[in-house]
Nanobody
Framework: QVQFVESGGGSVQPGGSLRLSCAASGSIFGIYTMGWYRQAPGKQRDLVAAIARYGSTNYADSVKGRITISRDNAKNTVYLQMNSLKPEDTAVYYC?????????WGQGTQVTVSS
């Protein structure tokens, strides 16, 4: 069973950048599509970015052009580079398969964008 550990969150000002990492305890090569999700207070958890095994990507309209997802299958790690951050990006960020598996959810990493 794979477990994910998210890291790299923090507090930044609007316009700032963060790079999130998702380290898996096992191989992610067998997970065809990996994704980053986020959940803001009082809101549902939404998919913001997805990447297939060989690199094709998709993004939510709200983050398109500002966020880049990547994966390193050899290192069993998925990344999320976030630039031009906005207050509405404030949320807990999680990685999981797409569609998500209940037993794959980790603790997430908090991203707070505020002046």
């Amino acid at each position: 069973q794979v477990q994910f550990v998210e890291s790299g969150g923090g507090s930044v000002q609007p316009g700032g950048s963060l790079r999130l990492s998702c380290a898996a305890s096992g191989s992610i090569f067998g997970i065809y599509t990996m994704g980053w999700y986020r959940q803001a207070p009082g809101k549902q958890r939404d998919l913001v970015a997805a990447i297939a095994r060989y690199g094709s990507t998709n993004y939510a309209d709200s983050v398109k052009g500002r966020i880049t997802i990547s994966r390193d299958n050899a290192k069993n790690t998925v990344y999320l580079q976030m630039n031009s951050l906005k207050p509405e990006d404030t949320a807990v960020y999680y990685c999981n398969a797409v569609p998500p598996r209940a037993d794959y959810w980790g603790q997430g990493t908090q991203v707070t964008v505020s002046s």
